[in-house]
C-alpha cells in the first residue's frame, strides 16, 4: 500500500527534470560504453589524480577522471569481469598495472555515497525500471525543490544502471549504465574544521 508520504516524495522525483550538477562540480565525461558491466576508482600513482576503470564485453578501460580521457585499454584482459574473485576486484592497467581494482556494478559491490565534506548521492526508482541519480549538498535531503539543496543530475532510462557513487577522494562523481559511463569532478575537496 502506497501511503500519502510515500506518494509525495515519488511524485517529487517523477516532476523534478535533469538537470546541471552545481559548482563546484562540473562534468568531464558522458561517453557511450557498449556492454558496460562495473567501474571502480583507483588512483595515479605520479599525479595522485582519480582515475575510473571499466569492465566490458569489450575488455577494460581507464580514464583520467579530471579530463574524461582515456588512459589505456585492454581488449582482451586475462580477467575479464570481477565475479571470480571474492573482492570483486580486477588486475588494473596502465599506471595503476600490478595493483587491484575493485569494481562495483553488475556484480555487486558498491561505491561511495558520501563526500568528507557533505555531498550524497541518492539512487532513486519512482517509475522503476528507469533510475534517477541525485545529488544533494550539506545534509539537503531532498528538501524543498530541486536545484535547492539536491540536484536530479541523471536519468537512466534508456539502459540498466549499474552503479554510481563518488571516487574515495570525493573529487569524482560516476554514473554507469550497461551503455554508458558519466563522471564529473571538482578540483579539490574543502578541509573539514
Known amino acids: 500500500m502506497i501511503t500519502d508520504h510515500t506518494r509525495k516524495i515519488r511524485e ?6 535533469v538537470m546541471a550538477a552545481p559548482a563546484p562540480w562540473r562534468k568531464v565525461l558522458d561517453r557511450p560504453v557498449g556492454g558496460l558491466f562495473g567501474i571502480g576508482f583507483a588512483v595515479h600513482p605520479d599525479t595522485g589524480q582519480d582515475l575510473v576503470m571499466t569492465v566490458s564485453s569489450a575488455g577494460h578501460g581507464l580514464f583520467d577522471a579530471a579530463t574524461g580521457e582515456i588512459v589505456a585499454r585492454d581488449r582482451d584482459p586475462v580477467v575479464d569481469t570481477p565475479d571470480g574473485h571474492p573482492d570483486l576486484a580486477c588486475p588494473g592497467l596502465g599506471p595503476v598495472a600490478g595493483a587491484s581494482v ?3 556494478g553488475l556484480f555487486g559491490g ?4 558520501t563526500t568528507p565534506d557533505g555531498w550524497t548521492l541518492d539512487v532513486v526508482a519512482p517509475d522503476w525500471p528507469d533510475h534517477r541519480v541525485i545529488l544533494s ?7 524543498g525543490e530541486p536545484g535547492g539543496t539536491w540536484w536530479h543530475v541523471h536519468h537512466a532510462s534508456w539502459s540498466e544502471f549499474r552503479t554510481a557513487g563518488f571516487s574515495p577522494s570525493g573529487r569524482t562523481l560516476a554514473v554507469a549504465t ?5 563522471l564529473w569532478t571538482r578540483a579539490s575537496v574543502p578541509a573539514l574544521s
Not at 549538498?137 to 528538501?143: C, I, L, M, N, V
Open 12 to 17: 517529487r522525483y517523477l516532476s523534478a527534470p
Open 102 to 104: 575493485r569494481i562495483a
Open 110 to 113: 558498491g561505491l561511495h555515497r
Open 137 to 143: 549538498a550539506a545534509g539537503g535531503g531532498h528538501r
Open 178 to 182: 550497461s551503455s554508458d559511463l558519466v
